[in-house]
């Protein structure tokens, strides 16, 4: 298996004055967080282990102040951990010299915040260009990349204008166009779209899905919001109190969600947008006879008009053969939740 691009191991961010005491040689001394919180401190994160695939995107979730702007931080290079590893290509991302730091952060990682951060005196070329500036790269190539990068973006014919004179959602595609600018090997996305309405806000995701899909792109996304979790990630970390709580894809966090917590997150998730036809079905197969045939793979949403019509049960099918069945109260289970139903609701 190729090697993830980032990963923590063991990696924990301690704050308060006596943070360094319950630290030697890198590790913690205490795996109990009830200690730490009595000697004052915080663990903003606490012994996070996870890695991130090539290519992927990886969404971070949490209620505020679980720690997901930490663990941001830290896997950007930004914030040193207090123990544990943050690998970089396989390497201590907290090991490397100053200067390879700062290469790193030129070269191979682009970051968008929820607050545009747009140099407000430089026009909107003069800011998707500034990172090949400091790259210190030759004038009319970086306003080449960067005029691509605006057209990438959907900006072109504002070139020219001011931050102060463009709208909210404009003003983040210059962030994600700068961001991109630098052509970064991971893109990390912190609560990016949380300060736009939510009509913009489906528009971005759309955009950040396109632009993954043109640049395959490492993405590292934090957001609270699990619907949009669902649009964006291949793989969903659950965070709480410092902790993952969980980590898999949407549809394995719904179906089998390893804590109460978990299941609350995914309590309003858009059902048959995410379950698989695989997830739903009943097995042993009966053997029919079948109202019509799903594929394992197949979402709800793309067969459920199909099976409320249909008075028979669907076959499900997988490698040519009936791996299961599906019929129209599962999907009822699905739409309105079985707690819904069981509340009468
Ligand atoms: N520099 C700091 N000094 C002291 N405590 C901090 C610092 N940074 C973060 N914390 C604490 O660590 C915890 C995690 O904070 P963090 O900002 O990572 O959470 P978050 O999940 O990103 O929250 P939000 O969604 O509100 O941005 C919080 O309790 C916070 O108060």
């Known amino acids: ?25 890198g590790h913690l001394t205490t795996d109990n967080v009830q200690t730490l919180q009595e000697a004052g401190i915080t663990p903003a994160i606490f012994n996070v282990d996870l890695d991130i695939e090539r290519g992927k995107t990886f969404v971070i979730m949490g209620l505020s102040g679980s720690g997901k702007s930490t663990l941001l931080r830290c896997l950007a290079g930004l914030t040193p951990p207090s123990a544990g590893q943050i690998l970089f290509e396989s390497k201590n991302l907290f090991e490397f010299s100053e200067a390879d730091l700062i290469q790193i952060h030129r070269h191979q990682m682009g970051m968008v915040f929820q607050h ?4 407000p005196h430089l026009t909107v070329l003069g800011n998707v260009a500034f990172p090949l500036e400091i790259q210190g790269r ?4 970086r306003e080449e990349i960067a005029q691509r990068m605006i057209r990438l973006v959907g ?24 961001s991109l600018a630098g052509d970064p090997d991971v893109w990390f996305l912190d609560e990016p779209f949380s300060a736009l309405d939510p009509l913009i806000r489906r528009e971005m995701q759309a955009e ?4 993954q899909g043109m640049l395959k792109k490492t993405i590292v996304f934090i957001t609270h919001d699990f619907e949009e979790a669902v649009r964006v990630a291949d793989r969903i970390a659950i965070m709480k109190d410092g902790q993952v709580e969980q980590i898999g894809t949407a549809e394995e966090l719904l179906v089998s969600p390893a804590t109460d917590y978990v299941r609350a997150f995914t309590r309003d998730a858009p059902r048959a947008h995410i379950l698989t036809a695989r997830s739903i079905m009943t097995t042993p197969p009966s053997a029919g006879p079948f109202g019509g045939e799903v594929n394992a793979t197949d979402r709800v949403i793309s067969f459920a008009r199909e099976l409320d019509a249909s008075s028979l049960p669907l076959a499900v099918i997988e490698n040519n053969e009936v791996i299961g069945a599906i019929d129209r109260a599962m999907l009822l289970d699905i739409l309105i939740g079985p707690e819904a139903q069981a509340v009468g609701a």
Not at 208 to 211: D, F, N, P
């Open 1 to 25: 298996m190729q090697h993830p691009v980032l990963a923590c191991r063991k990696v924990s961010r301690l704050y308060g004055a006596r943070a360094s005491e319950f630290v030697t040689d």
């Open 155 to 178: 900006l072109e014919g504002r070139e020219h204008r001011f931050p102060a004179q463009l709208s909210g959602g404009q003003q983040q595609r210059v962030g994600i166009a700068r």
């Open 208 to 211: 950040v899905m396109r632009l």
């Open 116 to 119: 545009f951060a747009l140099l």
């Open 138 to 141: 030759p004038r009319a190539e």
